[in-house]
T-cell receptor
Framework: GQNIDQPTEMTATEGAIVQINCTYQ??????LFWYQQHAGEAPTFLSY????GLEEKGRFSSFLSRSKGYSYLLLKELQMKDSASYLC????????????FGTGTLLAVQP | GAVVSQHPSWVICKSGTSVKIECRSL??????MFWYRQFPKQSLMLMAT?????????EQGVEKDKFLINHASLTLSTLTVTSAHPEDSSFYIC???????????FGPGTRLTVL
């Protein structure tokens, strides 16, 4: 089965850096995805890691360690608009692109 | 690029009626489309995976006769909730992917309320 864990909620200050962790225990692997979801809206794609290491995209970076079943999303220079849920999703590989989502981390950015 | 649309964005219906939701990939061909359901303050739960021209694959616990999925073309998939009941009220989101391994791009979602 799949078990994907993320913290439920986090709070951070505008301008700061926050790290959102995700751990997974699954069989098979095709990549680890991060999505951002604002309340009442659909998720938007942030990043995708299939190899170990850090992927940097502007203010957002994502890290993966396949041997540890661990990923994190790093948000720098936080802005109020970054307040949202951040969803970690595991890609199952094979002939489909099936994703299994974690419960999501609700991030509140405070002034 | 990679835009997915859904229609309608919201719908209110009476218990016992059927509701059809359309999902379209506007600027790419989605060989695979996915349908998710999301209840308030919960994460996305995959309902089914559909490939163009073939039957959908449903996740465990999802009734295929209640949630009918048709993937008629590489740009269109439809989800029909048959004989809807209040417990079917939820946020339904589709996504499209161009081929494995590939990123899924999500539609804006359809909020269904069954009275």
């Amino acid at each position: 089965g799949q078990n994907i864990d993320q913290p439920t909620e986090m709070t951070a200050t505008e301008g700061a850096i926050v790290q959102i962790n995700c751990t997974y225990q699954t069989s098979g692997f095709n990549g680890l995805f991060w999505y951002q979801q604002h309340a009442g809206e659909a998720p938007t794609f942030l990043s995708y890691n299939v190899l170990d290491g850090l992927e940097e995209k502007g203010r957002f970076s994502s890290f993966l360690s396949r041997s540890k079943g661990y990923s994190y999303l790093l948000l720098k220079e936080l802005q109020m608009k970054d307040s949202a849920s951040y969803l970690c999703a595991w890609g199952g590989g094979g002939a489909t692109n099936k994703l299994i989502f974690g419960t999501g981390t609700l991030l509140a950015v405070q002034p | 690029g990679a835009v997915v649309s859904q229609h309608p964005s919201w719908v209110i219906c009476k218990s016992g009626t059927s509701v059809k939701i359309e999902c379209r990939s506007l600027d790419f061909q989605a060989t695979t489309m996915f349908w998710y359901r999301q209840f308030p303050k919960q994460s996305l739960m995959l309902m089914a995976t559909s490939n163009e021209g073939s039957k959908a694959t449903y996740e465990q616990g999802v009734e295929k006769d209640k949630f009918l999925i048709n993937h008629a073309s590489l740009t269109l998939s439809t989800l029909t909730v048959t004989s809807a009941h209040p417990e079917d009220s939820s946020f339904y989101i589709c996504s499209g992917a161009g081929g494995p391994p590939d990123t899924q791009y999500f539609g804006p979602g359809t909020r269904l309320t069954v009275l």
